[in-house]
């Protein structure tokens, strides 16, 4: 298994993240690294979603968790690797939000997968959790 948690804190609340990140069509709008993000179906467990990476073609990931303002979780299927992305927020005691994404790379070849796509996949996650949470600022 290959692991990588990247974290960080904003002063909007649980609630206003939680908007910004569950509105998948919009991930665009901070995600620097998509070109496009399309939930096919419900914004469900066990719905579609489509993710174009600048650059490259398309990938389905499947939602595996959703806890309304707290947690979200999709997997992608690469290869000989599975990739559990999730998004976890914690209300802080002084109010604002802890966010934190992580990804895992497991499956039969993770072990060789996962130090050549893991440091690839999160470089961009500060970025990305500056965009979240900029907008989520912005919203509150």
Do not use: C, K, N
Request: hydrophobic share 40%.
């Amino acid at each position: 298994m290959w692991q990588h948690e990247y974290t960080a804190e904003t002063t909007a609340a649980p609630p206003a993240v939680w908007a910004v990140l569950s509105d998948l069509d919009r991930w665009t709008d901070w995600d620097t690294s998509m070109e496009a993000v399309t939930l096919d179906g419900p914004f469900a467990v066990g719905g579609r979603v489509s993710m174009t990476p600048t650059g490259q073609d398309p990938i389905v990931s499947v939602i595996t968790r959703i806890e309304p303002g707290r947690a979200y979780a999709d997997r992608t299927e690469f290869g000989g690797a599975v990739l559990d992305f999730s998004h976890t927020l914690t209300a802080l005691p002084g109010g604002g939000t802890r966010v934190a994404h992580r990804l895992e790379i497991t499956g039969p070849d993770a072990d060789r997968l996962g130090p050549e796509l893991g440091p690839v996949i999160t470089e961009d996650f500060p970025e990305a959790m500056a965009g979240l949470l900029a907008r989520a600022e912005r919203a509150a």
